[in-house]
């Protein structure tokens, strides 16, 4: 799922390429992406898009008129630039907007590279909402606050407000926007905290620690994805990036001290995390794994590292 520095590289790519510019129609291949029927999706047509904002991990496109386009892209859903006037036919898009600017030399329309929203995934769960109005839009909002100008007040008290371990409470919408599976990985790396901690049993030190790599990771990982795309429009948008420490990385060595990445499965998502760097050399419980092999699941590192050699 796309998270915050993507998002954001979204969001600024959109205005950079289509800022100001003219709906000329929307070509729909797939009419379950559009959630809602008034206003409907077509009243974007010769409208100016005016803005795009980042509502946690949702993009709020702004129209003439005080009209939303409220697009949550969820698991697979992405963003692809196609030649102008390109119909949606693949089996994984789901709908094209195809946009005009005035040239500035002649002051005739001239049509940009086509906007394709893809999903390449059987369950659909991207969507687009219409809204008319600022409070029309609100009811879009999770309220979970915004982690790159929050302050060390304002997340202790949703950190610790409920009682859930850090990995489910950072990437709850309603207490931290735009934090997914990815980047809640890579931020308790980076703080040096297990994911199963529970969150109201942190001391002030590890809140701030936890605070600094939420902050740290997210501004550092967005500047890195906008240096690689430049001024072009972000095409590879993923979840897995070979210079994450921990996500994704099953059976590689952290990056920090060496020592095999762990895993915890359950339902279709993965915790990953490093047992010396974040667990004091622990080993969590694997759901699969550990209900398969009982009494012999091995209790810390240093015995999973003896059995493998």
Known sequence: MPELPDVELYREALVRHYGDAVVDRVSLRSPFVVRT???????????????????????????????????????????????PSTAPQGKNDLAAFHFMRLDEATGAPAPLPTLMLTEASQQKRASIHMVAGRAGLAAHDPGG????????????????????????????????????????????????????????????????????????????WTERLRAEIGDDFPEKVTAFRPEMAVHGKFGQPCPACGTTVQRIRYA?????????????????????????????????????????G
């Open 268 to 308: 279709a998502n993965e915790t990953n995390y490093c047992p010396r760097c974040q667990t004091g050399g622990k080993l969590l419980a694997d759901r699969s794994l550990s209900r398969l092999l009982k009494g012999d699941w091995p209790t810390t590192v240093d015995e999973w590292e003896q059995r493998q």
């Open 145 to 220: 606050i915004e982690p790159l100008t929050m302050t060390l007040a304002e997340f202790r008290a949703r950190l610790t407000g409920e009682h859930h371990t850090l990995k489910r409470s950072l990437a709850d919408p309603r207490l931290l926007a735009g934090i997914g599976n990815a980047y809640g990985d890579e931020i308790l790396h980076a703080a040096q905290l297990s994911p199963v901690q529970l969150s109201t049993r942190l001391n002030e030190d590890e809140i701030a620690r936890l605070y600094e790599a939420v902050q740290a990771t997210l501004a550092a």
């Open 37 to 83: 029927a008034e206003p409907e999706l077509f009243a974007i047509e010769g409208r100016r898009l005016l803005g795009v904002e980042r509502l946690g991990k949702r993009l709020v496109w702004q129209f003439d008129g005080e009209l939303f386009l409220v697009l949550h892209l969820m698991i697979a859903g992405r963003l692809h630039q196609k030649k």
